[in-house]
């Protein structure tokens, strides 16, 4: 079993930053992909951000050039650096680790909120 738990979300005005962390505990494979999805109201949940063990990472095209993914392995940490965030970037910010086909877990989600 995984426990995921964010953290980090919050109100920022356009143009602001925010950093979440998600912290994994339990049993977690090193090869595992970890990530971040958003799901805004009345929307799909989407890719934001992925990263392998190995380091290598994926972005959605609406967030390259403003948003980092990075991990530290030994602390089974992700974390996820948003820059010039903008009010269409408001959501429910969730993080992802999957080992499939072992499990996919996901964590309760943080607020993220883009407003002045």
């Known amino acids: 079993q995984v426990q995921l738990v964010e953290s980090g979300g919050g109100l920022v005005q356009p143009g602001g930053s925010l950093r979440l962390s998600c912290a994994a505990s339990?049993?977690?494979?090193?090869?595992?992909?970890m990530g971040w999805y958003r799901q805004a109201p009345k929307k799909q949940r989407e890719l934001v951000a992925v990263i392998t063990s190995g380091g290598r990472t994926n972005y959605a095209d609406f967030v390259k050039g403003r948003f980092t993914i990075s991990r530290d392995n030994a602390k089974n940490t992700v974390y996820l650096q948003m820059n010039s965030l903008k009010p269409e970037d408001t959501a429910v910010y969730y993080c992802n680790v999957d080992e499939r086909p072992l499990r996919n877990s996901w964590g309760q989600g943080t607020q993220v909120t883009v407003s002045s």
């Open positions: 339990g049993s977690i494979f090193s090869s595992g992909t």
